[in-house]
């Protein structure tokens, strides 16, 4: 499967943007999908994910209030909306398939990963 991320950009603190994650060659439907994100001089981390079944929902710290991963199977396409950005959300982020029951917070569990998109939060 390939993935492509895209909706990254520049916004204010508490503003909001919607990334999505478009899969290709692949339906989503026989993944486990997760978000992570990678801040410059910093390793990547996990944001949020969903079980292969979809049924699964689970986020960072970090990201629980404020961000909610979704699909559209109809479109082959995982979303993220983050709400209520922080300065401290700036980081590129990825959109990761697994063919795990559910990925977790391993990124090493992840095949497939998309290019990444910036989101930059000025404060």
């Known amino acids: 499967v390939q993935l492509q991320a895209s909706g990254g950009g520049l916004v204010q603190a508490g503003g909001s943007l919607r990334l999505s994650c478009a899969a290709s060659?692949?339906?989503?439907?026989?993944?486990?999908i997760g978000w992570f994100r990678q801040a410059p001089g910093k390793e990547r981390e996990f944001v949020t994910g969903?079980?292969?079944?979809?049924?699964?929902?689970y986020y960072a710290d970090s990201a629980k209030g404020r961000f909610t991963i979704s699909r559209d199977s109809a479109k082959n396409t995982v979303y993220l909306q983050m709400n209520s950005l922080k300065p401290e959300d700036t980081a590129v982020y990825y959109c990761a398939a697994s063919s795990a029951f559910y990925g977790g917070s391993d990124s090493r569990l992840y095949r497939y990963w998309g290019q990444g998109t910036q989101v930059t939060v000025s404060s």
């Open positions: 060659g692949r339906t989503f439907r026989g993944y486990a």
């Open positions: 969903f079980s292969r079944d979809a049924d699964r929902t």
